[in-house]
């Protein structure tokens, strides 16, 4: 069983940069890829970033290459988003989610991959 409890999100101008964090427990982090996922009212979940258990590799949605970086420190079994240059259009409740593939070799932005979700963060972009 792996809990995840995200933080970090909150109200923000167009513009501006918030860093959410994923706390993970339970089970040996290091193995598996986390991704993060944004969804809003009435509409799919879609991909943002994920990243493999090694921090070696990462890969980005479309909408958020350039601006959105993903990082992970194992020692603490936490997952970043720094999200910068934020738009109006990233406001989304925001997910991350565990593999549930032990060491993945090719990220995936399918969230039917991932197994372990935490409860949401939400994040909100003024105009």
């Known amino acids: 069983q792996v809990q995840l409890v995200e933080s970090g999100g909150g109200l923000v101008q167009a513009g501006g940069s918030l860093r959410l964090s994923c706390a993970a427990s339970g089970r040996t982090f290091s193995n598996y890829a986390v991704g993060w996922f944004r969804q809003t009212?009435?509409?799919?979940?879609?991909?943002?970033?994920?990243?493999?258990?090694?921090g070696g590799s990462t890969y980005y949605g479309d909408s958020v290459k350039g601006r959105f970086f993903i990082s992970r420190d194992n020692a603490k079994n936490t997952v970043y988003l720094q999200m910068n240059s934020l738009k109006p259009e990233?406001?989304?409740v925001y997910y991350c989610a565990v593999d549930r593939v032990l060491l993945r070799f090719v990220l995936s932005s399918s969230d039917s991959e991932?197994?372990?979700?935490g409860q949401g963060t939400q994040v909100t972009v003024s105009s």
Do not use: E, H, M
């Open 41 to 54: 009212p009435g509409k799919q979940r879609d991909f943002v970033a994920a990243i493999k258990g090694s």
């Open 90 to 92: 990233d406001t989304a």
């Open 114 to 117: 991932y197994n372990y979700w």
